[in-house]
């Protein structure tokens, strides 16, 4: 079991920045600039990754229209699959290509394979990651064989039931591949906030030892901060250059300046995090002084008894602490005190 892996040049897992990853998809519509440019908004707006995903309508699905094979209940209703993968497919003439352009600017890419073909076809990539889709999660010999290439394997659950997420990690740990991640998924496009179940991502951790994090399909960046707080080590979006371009994907992705907003945020929560502390901060220090104490609020002469009416607590704190309010009264005075005199021991006989 590990707790954290290294992608690139990045350490993923507790104690470290969680890992973000632009998820490309299809928001490319078929034009190979426009998958570049989205290469460089995803680096621009600081994401740590981005990712494709590999298979062509025939290494995922057939030709086929009957019943079997057409979209019901989501966004793409209506739709054959195989067409709908028509449209979705990055071609795979365009990856290594699309690898060297990461590379040079610094950002890692890698991709989804969905059947052993792509699996071969991304090692001769030597992309630094696999990841396994929802739907594809089921496939144990597909993730036997991802495993067996050696690297970090990051899995999303959506759909998943117990029992399968446990056959998933046991197939990818048979093969000696240890270093993976689980990311909870809601498999809904988009996804409903109410359907996330963010709680679910601290449990993973607890029953699998393994990196966790989100694979978030909600509209908007809220569901991914409040992930990162949960402890997700791992936050993955799509992306588009604009939801105004048509697209399978376009409706639920992030644009650049979304993506930006969404990394900015993860970091502000991951500072504000911090640690277990119950000691004030050094600029706390600087105004501990406007704290309550105990004041002499009208004159007092030597002998006479301190009393709820010559003695209160106020602001600010350089007198005596508030918890000493009953023991002092009933004392009398060792000195004359003026009002607006914070009280000392001194001052009590």
Request: proline share 6%.
């Amino acid at each position: 079991m590990s707790c954290c892996i290294k992608i690139g040049r990045r350490v993923i897992g507790s104690g470290h920045p969680a890992y973000i990853i632009a998820e490309i998809s299809a928001n490319h519509g078929h034009k190979f600039e426009k998958a570049v440019e989205i290469i460089g908004a995803a680096k621009d707006a600081g994401a740590d990754a981005v990712k494709l995903q590999t298979y062509t309508p025939d290494t995922i699905t057939i030709d086929c229209d009957n019943e079997y094979f057409m979209i019901k209940g989501t966004i793409w209703k209506g739709k054959n699959l195989y067409k709908l993968y028509g449209e979705a497919y990055t071609p795979w003439e365009w990856q290594p290509k699309l690898k060297k352009i990461a590379d040079k600017l610094k950002i890692d890419l890698f991709s989804t394979p969905f059947d052993p073909a792509s699996v071969d076809f991304l090692r001769k990539m030597n992309v630094p990651a696999f990841k396994v889709a929802s739907f594809e999660l089921v496939d144990i010999p597909l993730i036997r064989k991802i495993a067996r290439a050696g690297k970090p394997v990051i899995m999303s659950t959506g759909m998943a039931t117990m029992p399968e997420i446990c056959d998933a990690v046991k197939a990818a740990r048979a093969e000696g591949n240890n270093q993976l991640a689980l990311l909870k998924c809601t498999s809904e496009y988009p996804a409903d906030p109410n359907d996330m179940n963010l709680r679910t991502i601290p449990d993973m951790k607890r029953k699998f030892g393994t990196v966790v994090g989100l694979s978030d399909h909600t509209l908007g960046i809220a569901a991914s901060v409040a992930a990162v707080t949960l402890g997700a080590n791992i936050i993955e979006k799509h992306v588009t250059l604009s939801r105004k371009e048509p697209g399978p994907d376009s409706s639920f992705s992030l644009e650049p300046s979304e993506l930006e907003e969404l990394v900015k945020e993860i970091r502000t929560a991951e500072s504000a995090l911090g640690k277990v502390s119950y000691t004030f901060t050094s600029k706390e220090k600087a105004t501990r002084i406007f704290r309550r104490s105990l004041f002499v609020i009208k004159d007092i002469g030597k002998g006479e008894p301190f009393t709820g009416e010559n003695v209160r607590s106020i602001r600010p704190g350089h007198g005596l602490p508030p918890k000493y309010f009953d023991m002092v009264i009933g004392r009398k005075a060792s000195c004359s005190i003026s009002r607006g005199t914070p009280l000392s021991r001194k001052m009590i006989g």
